[in-house]
């Protein structure tokens, strides 16, 4: 069985714009983009087509909806407006460097997160106390395509971490999204409800032969 975690509200705590449109449409005028009056509705409109499940990269919605009201949009500029205006601080949480730690000593790790925001999670990871080396796979929405609940967003880390998806326990804070891996034959570790301390505890009680155990025996 490989484990994999969810980052954003289950292994950190980040701060994240309490209104992104206008801190989007900051960032876009320091870099020379006229932002229409009406910024905020075009902001909450959808305007890339996309299958449902797929993840839009929030860069492309933003140049998007500036191309939908004739603002012209220099090469890269709503990327690194959005980039910028994510920019995180971060706090991990209790339990999430050690509940890493020893699912690495005896499983194969994954990360798979739901963020539409290029970079983000690199930068997270980062700032934060984990050890981006204890992953064996990092699989995010904008990167593959598909957001958590779907399908393939956990088929893609479970190939990445060699396993069929049946062989994933994935460890998140968000039943309708994270939870989706029982869709998909694998097992849901509800922080809220067991937190990741008690993952660490569990895993550290495991021989190493042990690792390859059902889902179930974990919980």
């Known amino acids: 069985m490989a484990v994999t975690f969810d980052l954003f509200g289950t292994l950190v705590a980040v701060d994240r714009p309490e209104d992104p449109a206008a801190a989007v449409a900051a960032e876009l005028r320091d870099r020379g983009v006229a932002v229409p009056d009406d ?14 499940g797929a993840e839009v990269p ?3 919605h ?5 191309r939908a009201h004739n603002v012209d949009v220099p090469a890269n500029a709503a990327r690194r407006a959005v980039v910028a205006a994510f920019d995180p601080e971060v706090r991990t949480r209790a ?13 194969a790790v994954g990360l798979l997160s739901n963020c539409s925001v290029p970079e983000l999670v690199t930068r997270t990871l980062v700032r934060s106390e984990l050890d981006r080396a204890s992953f064996d796979a990092i699989v995010t929405s904008v990167g ?13 880390v479970a190939g990445e971490l060699g396993v069929g998806t049946e062989r994933l326990l994935h460890v998140g ?3 309708a999204t994270d939870g ?8 849901f570790w509800d922080v809220n409800d067991t937190g990741l301390d008690a ?21």
């Open 144 to 156: 593959c395509g598909w957001r958590k609940p779907h399908p393939k967003a956990f088929e893609t």
């Open 62 to 66: 933003v140049a998007a909806a500036l």
């Open 173 to 175: 804070d968000d039943p």
């Open 180 to 187: 989706g891996v029982e869709a998909v034959g694998g097992t």
């Open 199 to 219: 993952l660490a505890t569990e895993l550290q009680r495991e021989s190493p032969g042990e690792g390859s155990r059902g889902g179930e025996e974990c919980r």
């Open 39 to 52: 910024w905020r509705a075009a902001y909450a409109e959808p305007h890339v087509d996309a299958p449902e």
């Open 95 to 107: 339990g999430a460097v050690d509940a890493v730690a020893a699912t690495a000593e005896r499983r």
């Open 58 to 60: 929030l860069p492309a």
